[in-house]
């Protein structure tokens, strides 16, 4: 058995950080229904210069003709730090991971999950590790 450092941040999809414009909010985070636009955006939380890692945790039950795209800002938007996109079902629990360096301190780190009409999806949530926690876990 392997000791893996906690993550710099989990956040739970309930978390009151986290928001939707086009989702649902339910029991195992937020989920998907029927429209097209932002599911997930937030938590505007400050984190310093660095290499981090994002995973983000869910399901996907099908995502039609449409993508599923994963991206992280700073700036209030106007700095894309990463960006990658999910065009497959995936019952999780980790729906992707991403990999990132912020080369200045960001003051409100910012996570956007956008999809399509035609995608089922429920994110139940996120954790963002530092690159110091990843080279513990190594």
Do not use: Q
Not at 3 to 32: F, K, M, N, Y
Not at 68 to 73: A, F, L, T, Y
Not at 74 to 82: F, I, M, S
């Amino acid at each position: 058995l392997e000791w893996t450092p906690a993550p710099a941040h989990w956040l739970h999809g309930s978390d009151d950080r986290l928001h939707t414009i086009v989702g649902e909010r339910a029991d195992e985070g937020i989920r998907t229904s029927g429209s097209a636009g932002v599911l997930v955006f937030g938590p505007y939380l400050p984190f310093a210069a660095g290499a981090y890692e994002l995973r983000v945790w869910g399901r996907i039950d099908g995502v039609g003709a449409d993508r599923v795209h994963v991206e992280i800002h700073c700036d209030r938007g106007a700095t894309k730090v990463a960006r990658t996109e999910l065009s497959v079902a995936s019952t999780g629990p980790v729906l992707t991971t991403l990999s990132f360096t912020l080369d200045a301190d960001c003051r409100d780190l910012e996570l956007l999950v956008i999809v399509g009409a035609s995608t089922a999806m429920t994110f139940a949530g996120m954790d963002i590790r530092s690159g110091d926690a990843l080279d513990a876990a190594g």
